[in-house]
Nanobody, 116 residues
């Protein structure tokens, strides 16, 4: 069993930045891949970024160059640095983890709201 708890969301103006955090606990030795998804009201969940294996990364086209995913294995913590935020980035951001792909465990989410 793995538990994930997100933090760091908030209300920011367009162009601002946040650093989202995801603290993992439980059977963390089973975790290899971690990622971030986001979901706006009435829309489908969207994969934002993934880090897996030997720190290989993936980013959605909509966030490339603005968002950076990283992890601190010693602290069992995943991060998402979000820069140059746009109103369309407004969503609930979810941390996810898995043994191979980040879909086996989920956090409760942290809200990011970007005002224009």
């Amino acid at each position: 069993q793995v538990q994930l708890v997100e933090s760091g969301g908030g209300l920011v103006q367009a162009g601002g930045s946040l650093r989202l955090s995801c603290a993992a606990s439980g059977s963390v030795v089973s975790i290899n891949a971690m990622g971030w998804y986001r979901q706006a009201p009435g829309k489908e969940r969207e994969l934002v970024a993934v880090v897996s294996g030997r720190d290989g990364t993936y980013y959605a086209d909509s966030v490339k160059g603005r968002f950076t995913i990283s992890r601190d294995k010693a602290k069992n913590t995943l991060y998402l640095q979000v820069n140059s935020l746009k109103p369309e980035d407004t969503a609930m951001y979810y941390c996810a983890a898995g043994t191979i792909v980040p879909k086996d465990y989920w956090g409760q989410g942290t809200q990011v709201t970007v005002s224009s």
